[in-house]
């Protein structure tokens, strides 16, 4: 069955660094891969989507990566600051490229240090 | 706010109780997810209709939940006869033109 694996504990990153977070996935071949950012209590709020036949994408200080070979997606926040600690959820879309529903990571707990 | 809109926001029922929740997507979405997430996990999808059709059902969706989607608008999801395991957060989300999901705020059940 599908598996994705996020950062299994809690990131912690002092201000200013870049923050990288990772999902690997098993048993999948999706035709795109998406970032969300969640807070607590609220819903999912979509960053970045990264197609298949797409390397790297970016969008102001996020930059996410996307190897097909490794079946890996690195996603990373570049001049951290505090407001970026939120839990971050990679999710894999349909392989045929369409809209089914995505098939979530557990998320990344990401905590930037003042 | 022309957000998702879900409601109740925190629901709180006895087990065996019947509950109902709504969704409101983006006007003119014409695609609708549910979502279940648990504390410390994923969202795990149930469903999605396009317009007012049911699409897909994950086999997490027991014989005790149906979702609806009348006229392509709105939607409800019901699970009868309620288990302390259904308690998680229900989320919705919708879809226009791209691939990107927008999410609502959810509903917490918390089934005692």
């Known amino acids: 069955s599908q598996k994705i694996e996020q950062n299994s504990e809690a990131l912690n990153i002092q201000e200013g660094k870049t923050a990288t977070l990772t999902c690997n996935y098993t048993?999948?071949?999706?035709?795109?891969l998406q970032w969300y950012r969640q807070d607590p209590g609220r819903g999912p709020v979509f960053l970045l989507l990264?197609?298949?036949?797409?390397k790297e994408k970016r969008k102001e200080r996020l930059k996410v990566t996307f190897d097909t070979t490794l079946k890996q997606s690195l996603f990373h926040i570049t001049a951290s600051q505090p407001a970026d600690s939120a839990t971050y959820l990679c999710?894999?879309?349909?392989?045929?490229?369409?809209?089914?529903?995505?098939?979530f990571g557990k998320g990344t707990h990401l905590i930037i240090q003042p | 706010d022309t957000g998702v809109s879900q409601n109740p926001r925190h629901k709180i029922t006895k087990r065996g109780q019947n509950v109902t929740f709504r969704c409101d997507p983006i006007?003119?979405?014409?695609?609708l997810y549910w979502y279940r997430q648990t504390l410390g996990q994923g969202p795990e999808f149930l469903t999605y209709?396009?317009?007012?059709?049911?699409?897909?059902k994950s086999r997490l969706l027991s014989d005790r939940f149906s979702a609806e989607r009348p006229k392509g608008s709105f939607s409800t999801l019901e699970i009868q006869r309620t288990e302390q395991g259904d308690s998680a957060m229900y989320l919705c989300?919708?879809?226009?033109?791209?691939?990107?999901?927008?999410f609502g705020p959810g509903t917490r059940l918390t089934v005692l």
């Open positions: 999710a894999l879309g349909d392989s045929g490229g369409g809209a089914d529903g995505l098939t």
């Open positions: 048993n999948y071949s999706p035709a795109y």
């Open positions: 990264i197609r298949e036949n797409e």
């Open positions: 006007s003119e979405h014409n695609r």
């Open positions: 209709f396009q317009n007012e059709a049911q699409l897909e």
């Open positions: 989300a919708s879809l226009g033109g791209g691939l990107e999901q927008f």
